[in-house]
């Protein structure tokens, strides 16, 4: 099985901050690598795909980069709709397994 | 509007069976690949079996392989997932999943997941 590994697991910042979420991975995927925001009582909600493509309405302040076993993904500017729990996946092999998540709290 | 709407979950005892639905709206439900993903409380995401299409292609995580059948009628755009010799470490909240790739373009399941329904709690416990 695939081990997905975030960092950090929680982390405080302040509306306006760029918030950086880091995802490795145990073995390469290329870029099969997927981003969800969750927010409390609520199903999880695709923001990224294929590691760097923008989820259809999910706003531009949110971006993904990487390849290989390295993958980020970037707020720009936290807006205070964007405190929530963040989990990578991969959908390179079965089972398909998630990051253990970030939490993103107001500082 | 894409629409998955769970059913079927609640309290049950250990070694019994639950039968979990989710009704598909909103999209060609026989062009597009399903999955089960679960959160135990106040736990993170575990993905839990898939089926392609056609129900031609179906695979589970080792946790509840031999347990659990997951199943499709494409006729009533519905997804099932049959839930037999629970166990306490079941319990969660099952999410009804929607696969992004199209059937020409899902190999085994190997895309993201851009529709989740809201969940329904199963729980284990005597």
């Known amino acids: 099985d695939i081990q997905m590994t975030q960092s950090p697991s929680s982390l405080s910042a302040s509306v306006g901050d760029r918030v950086t979420i880091t995802c490795r991975t145990s073995?390469?995927?290329?870029?099969?690598l997927n981003w969800y925001q969750q927010k409390p009582g609520k199903a999880p909600n695709l923001l990224i795909y294929?590691?760097?493509s923008l989820q259809s309405g999910v706003p531009s302040r949110f971006s993904g980069s990487g390849s290989g076993t390295d993958f980020t993904l970037t707020i720009s500017s936290l807006q205070p709709e964007d405190f929530a729990t963040y989990y990578c996946?991969?959908?390179?092999?079965?089972?398909?397994?998630f990051g253990q998540g970030t939490k993103v709290e107001i500082k | 509007e894409v629409q998955l709407v769970e059913s079927g979950g609640g309290l049950v005892q250990p070694g019994r069976s639950l039968r979990l639905s989710c009704a598909a709206s909103?999209?060609?439900?026989?062009?597009?690949?399903m999955h089960w993903v679960r959160q135990a409380p106040g736990k993170g995401l575990e993905w839990v079996s898939y089926?392609?299409?056609?129900?031609?292609?179906?695979d589970y995580a080792d946790s509840v392989k031999g347990r659990f059948t997951i199943s499709r009628d494409n006729a009533k755009n519905s997804l099932y997932l049959q839930m037999n010799s629970l166990r306490a470490e079941d319990t969660a909240l099952y999410y009804c999943?929607?696969?992004?790739?199209?059937?020409?373009?899902?190999?085994?399941?190997?895309?993201?997941?851009?529709?989740w329904g809201q969940g329904t709690l199963v729980t284990v416990s005597s």
């Open positions: 999943v929607k696969s992004s790739a199209p059937k020409e373009r899902d190999y085994g399941g190997n895309s993201d997941f851009d529709y």
């Open positions: 073995q390469t995927i290329s870029r099969y």
């Open positions: 996946q991969q959908s390179y092999s079965t089972p398909w397994t």
């Open positions: 089926i392609s299409w056609n129900s031609g292609n179906l």
């Open positions: 909103g999209f060609t439900f026989d062009d597009y690949a």
């Open positions: 294929a590691a760097s």
